[in-house]
């Protein structure tokens, strides 16, 4: 890849992804301890939020973000180059990890969290699937393949596979190429993904890509 880029990190594919469906977000938020004589307890590759109202262009976003809204989402992402998975840390209630990250972000009522954590921790969503109610937080797990088994713990978990993320940043690329070629202020991640998405075939530039993940 140009640049000197060898190789793009999952979770710059994935950031980038986000980013073009709207998503405002933290990439590689850290946790901290209580106890300040301690490192971190584990970090959020990725957490976010994309509002009801967001348009850009007329743009259409990837199928998981495109329909209608009543009220924001919030996304708490995990990402490997690996078949998709939630770590420990952010399955288990008692580590407290996602009460962390629910105060942090400050959108929720203190008396909400406990309940929005169970939720979480059963089903992947809040509130969690028959409550009659859209998504307000929604995990996500990105990878290189879809995991059976996360599937089955978890019905309602969001996965992505990289090479679908790839697949729509192209498209994102090709159809709006004009307004998106002027980009000086992108990483080198992301302007290495445009120049080779500009060289090659859709096909072309997903198995390319996904051979230099790391």
């Known amino acids: 890849m140009v ?51 967001h348009t850009e262009l007329n743009m259409e976003d990837d199928a998981p973000f495109k329909n209608g809204r009543k009220s924001p989402l919030f996304v708490i992402a995990e990402i490997t180059r690996g078949t998709c998975k939630l770590n420990g840390p952010w399955t288990d209630p008692a580590n407290e990890n996602m009460q962390y990250v629910l105060h942090t972000i400050g959108a929720f009522h203190p008396v909400e969290i406990n309940a929005i954590v169970q939720s979480l921790s059963r089903s992947g969503t809040y509130p969690e699937p028959g409550a009659n109610q859209e998504r307000v937080i929604q995990l996500i ?74």
């Open 3 to 53: 640049a000197n880029v060898l190789y793009v990190p999952a979770t710059k594919i994935a950031n980038l992804y986000f980013r073009l469906n709207g998503f405002l977000g933290v990439e590689c938020f850290v946790l901290h301890p209580q106890d300040r004589n301690h490192s971190q307890r584990t970090d959020a590759d990725f957490y976010g939020v994309r509002f009801q109202y």
């Open 141 to 214: 797990a990105v990878g290189k393949a879809a995991s059976k088994n996360l599937e089955k713990q978890f019905p309602s978990l969001l996965q992505i596979e990289l090479a679908g993320m790839l697949n729509f940043i192209y498209r994102r690329f090709a159809e709006y190429r004009h307004q998106k070629a002027d980009h000086p202020q992108w990483d080198r991640f992301g302007r290495a993904l445009w120049d080779e998405a500009e060289k090659h075939e859709q096909d072309t530039f997903v198995m390319k890509t996904m051979k230099r993940i790391l």
